[in-house]
């Protein structure tokens, strides 16, 4: 089994900083990409940011400049330092991860439970 635990989220006024953790156990072997997605009531999950092993980044349009991923292998751990937050950043955040388990399977996706952020006017 693999669990992606998460935190940081909290309150904060606008043009406020908070920064998310990840932090993934259990049978892992490896983890490829890590990224933090995020979900408002009624519409689809959205991918904000990802990292892979190799610290290759992508972000979506609306946070860049802004937030800023990062991950440490030897823990397991992969960080949101989220900037300059807007009350439109106010929604659920998950972790993800593409994990394998054992040296000869094949990566699966992972996710945490979501923490929350909320960004007062």
Do not use: H
Not at 34 to 60: F, H
């Amino acid at each position: 089994q693999v669990q992606l635990v998460e935190s940081g989220g909290g309150l904060v006024q606008a043009g406020g900083s908070l920064r998310l953790s990840c932090a993934a156990s259990g049978s892992i072997f490896s983890i490829n990409v890590m990224g933090w997605y995020r979900q408002a009531p009624g519409k689809q999950r959205e991918l904000v940011a990802s990292i892979t092993r190799g610290r290759r980044t992508n972000y979506a349009d609306s946070v860049k400049g802004r937030f800023t991923i990062s991950r440490d292998n030897a823990k397991n751990t992969v960080y949101l330092q989220m900037n300059s937050l807007k009350p439109e950043d106010t929604v659920v955040y998950y972790c993800n991860a593409d994990v394998g388990t054992t040296y000869y399977g094949g990566l699966r996706d992972y996710w945490g439970q979501g923490t929350q952020v909320t960004v007062s006017s």
